[in-house]
Structures are given as structure tokens and as C-alpha cells.
């Protein structure tokens, strides 16, 4: 069964360091989004990506974070200068062609920023 | 912002038993409704969905029910089984071109063996 993949599982980085986190989404999937749970919270939306553009972003997503495809597989989250609040479970997601139905997600990449 | 809650953490049944899991949401303007389940360490896996023409959809032991008045919609799990304790999320999807999901907090479901 096809599914969404994310690496790495687990990355421990200093505050105002760099990361990017990796997903690659399922193969036929044309719609693309990242979501964060900080521990103990509910699920959060943080940016969808269409057609090589964002669609729809939170609050969350501001401007120390950024979304690429870089190349026809893989799905990548940039936070340029980690604080750390941002330390969190982030799950990557894709859904059909047409963006409706439900969303598969990725395992999760935990990030902990000390 | 609290667009969608689920106002019970956590739900302890005996297996065999129907389990009964409850959201309820305050946008109007939400159209489709999705639960997901959720193991320690895993992403969220669907489970089970229903559009908001409908006002149940049933799938093996799953079944959700939407009340559109109340706005408000639960999940049947019946009969219920150890392998179903999990976190589970109930989650709504606004009408237009914005897809993404909005989720409750989710409520931990316990089934005793």
C-alpha cells in the first residue's frame, strides 16, 4: 500500500539552528501539506502546497518557515532559525488529485530543539 | 480556536462493547468530516469519513453519524476491540478551495480485555 514517508524520525538541534524536514509524499498525490503537534496539543495545520505554490497557510507559518518541492518526489519543510517552541511532532500529508477526501499522513519527524 | 472539540480526553469500554466517541464544531461553513485514529509515535491513519449531505456512513464496525442542527458527530466503534485503543481525532474540512483539516484534541479510547 502506497504511503508517505518522512525523514529524518527524530532530529535534536541547537535554538536558531536550521532544519529541514523531509517528506515524500504518495505518488499520484497532487496536494500537499504539513501539519505540527506540539506535545500534549491537537494537530495543527501549518501550510498546503498545490501546483508548485502554497494554497493555504496558518498563522503558525510565518516567515522562518518555508515549503519546496524540489524535484518531482520529494516534499520539504525549512524552519531557517529553530526557536524552541518549535519543537513538536510534524507530519506531512498528501491527498488525491483533487485535494478532496481524507489526508494520508506520514509517520512523523519529532523535532527537538534545545 | 476551538473550531472543533472533543470535550472527553479520554474513554474506557470493555471489549465487545460499543464504544461511542463525540465531536462537535462551531463553523457552519465546514462541509466534510473525517475521525482519525492514532497510535504513540505514528502519524494519523483515516479511519472513516462522511460529507455534509449525508448523516451517517457506516464502514465494517465504524459507523459516524452527523447531526447538522447540532453540529455535532460521533463515532460508533462496535463491537470494540483491544487493537482499537488508539487516540482518536475527529477533523473538518471547510467548503471552497482551503483543504485543510481542522482538528479536535482528540480522546483516548481504552478497550479492557
Known amino acids: 500500500e502506497p504511503e508517505v514517508t518522512q525523514t529524518p524520525s527524530h532530529q535534536v538541534t541547537q535554538m536558531g539552528q536550521e532544519v529541514i524536514l523531509r517528506c515524500v509524499p504518495i505518488s499520484n498525490h497532487l496536494y500537499f501539506y504539513w501539519y505540527r503537534q506540539i506535545l500534549g496539543q491537537k494537530v495543527e495545520f501549518l501550510v498546503s502546497?498545490?501546483?508548485?505554490?502554497?494554497?493555504?497557510k496558518s498563522e503558525i507559518f510565518d516567515d522562518q518557515f518555508s515549503v519546496e518541492r524540489p524535484d518531482g518526489s520529494n516534499f520539504t519543510l525549512k524552519i531557517r532559525s529553530t526557536k524552541l517552541e518549535d519543537s513538536a511532532m510534524y507530519f506531512c500529508a498528501s491527498s488525491t488529485r483533487t485535494g478532496l477526501g481524507e489526508l494520508f499522513f506520514g509517520e512523523g519527524s519529532r523535532l527537538t530543539v534545545l | 480556536d476551538q473550531q472543533v472539540k472533543q470535550n472527553s480526553p479520554s474513554l474506557s469500554v470493555q471489549e465487545g462493547r460499543i464504544s461511542i466517541l463525540n465531536c462537535d464544531y462551531t463553523n457552519s461553513m465546514f462541509d466534510y468530516f473525517l475521525w482519525y485514529k492514532k497510535y504513540p509515535a505514528e502519524g494519523p491513519t483515516f479511519l472513516i469519513s462522511?460529507?455534509?449531505?449525508?448523516d451517517k456512513n457506516e464502514d465494517g464496525r465504524f459507523t459516524v453519524f452527523l447531526n447538522k442542527s447540532a453540529k455535532h458527530l460521533s463515532l460508533h466503534i462496535v463491537p470494540s476491540q483491544p487493537g482499537d485503543s488508539a487516540v482518536y481525532f475527529c477533523a473538518a474540512r471547510g467548503s471552497g478551495s482551503a483543504r485543510q483539516l481542522t482538528f479536535g484534541s482528540g480522546t483516548q479510547l481504552t478497550v479492557l480485555p
Open positions: 502546497f498545490y501546483n508548485n505554490e502554497i494554497s493555504e
Open positions: 462522511i460529507s455534509s449531505i449525508k
